[in-house]
T-cell receptor, first 110, second 116 residues
Framework: RKEVEQDPGPFNVPEGATVAFNCTYS??????FFWYRQDCRKEPKLLMS???SGNEDGRFTAQLNRASQYISLLIRDSKLSDSATYLC???????????FGAGTRLFVKA | EPEVTQTPSHQVTQMGQEVILRCVPI?????FYWYRQILGQKVEFLVS????????KSEIFDDQFSVERPDGSNFTLKIRSTKLEDSAMYFC??????????????FGSGTQLSVL
């Protein structure tokens, strides 16, 4: 089983749509969780950290389910500028190594 | 916002040659990392560096790779004898605290290494 697994997509949605991405991780000792965004041939940039209680940042909502080892990202009111690859990222407790999922591609169309 | 700086942005080399990729992490950060991304594939952890030594490395980071912080500001990745399969985008990153404490990574814009 992959350490971090994501549906590669692509997700093709119209502007204004709501879209959700899921991610599963295999190591139950994982400690911290993130969603990063990566534009084509650019560096990853942090979108948001993911907390057990769930958290929201504007149009973005992240959820963590430790029992199911599952993380989600919801994007509401999609914009053209949201088109990117969304990376699910996991760190194990006390570790320096950050594991990236292969990413989910999102295309938002006008 | 402070930035991680990487040079060069592109490096072309012949197979078997040595290359050094350079990075200047954010000045008050204590943890430094190298990642690579082969075209079309995921971002892969290579090595982390803290307190002037390697703190963790992946199975990719074999004897042909080394890292150094020669002068308190630069952080370098050396590949001793490049292979075709080393062709990838290499990202340097830094963080103020340990990422396992929900600390975010700041990435540089990467060095695209092409081995011919």
């Amino acid at each position: 089983r992959k350490e971090v697994e994501q549906d590669p997509g692509p997700f093709n949605v119209p502007e204004g749509a709501t879209v959700a991405f899921n991610c599963t991780y295999s190591n139950s000792a994982s400690q911290s969780f993130f969603w990063y965004r990566q534009d084509c041939r650019k560096e990853p940039k942090l979108l948001m950290s993911v907390y057990s209680s769930g958290n929201e940042d504007g149009r973005f909502t992240a959820q963590l389910n430790r029992a199911s080892q599952y993380i989600s990202l919801l994007i509401r009111d999609s914009k053209l500028s949201d088109s990117a690859t969304y990376l699910c990222v996991v760190n194990k407790a006390g570790g320096f190594k950050t594991i990236f999922g292969a990413g989910t591609r999102l295309f938002v169309k006008a | 916002e402070p930035e991680v700086t990487q040079t060069p942005s592109h490096q072309v080399t012949q197979m078997g040659q040595e290359v050094i990729l350079r990075c200047v992490p954010i000045s008050n950060h204590l943890y430094f990392y190298w990642y690579r991304q082969i075209l079309g594939q995921k971002v892969e952890f290579l090595v982390s560096f803290y307190n002037n030594e390697i703190s963790e490395k992946s199975e990719i980071f074999d004897d042909q790779f080394s890292v150094e912080r020669p002068d308190g500001s630069n952080f370098t990745l050396k590949i001793r004898s490049t292979k075709l399969e080393d062709s990838a985008m290499y990202f340097c990153a830094s963080s103020e605290r340990l990422t396992a404490t929900n600390e975010k990574l700041f990435f540089g814009s990467g060095t695209q290494l092409s081995v011919l």
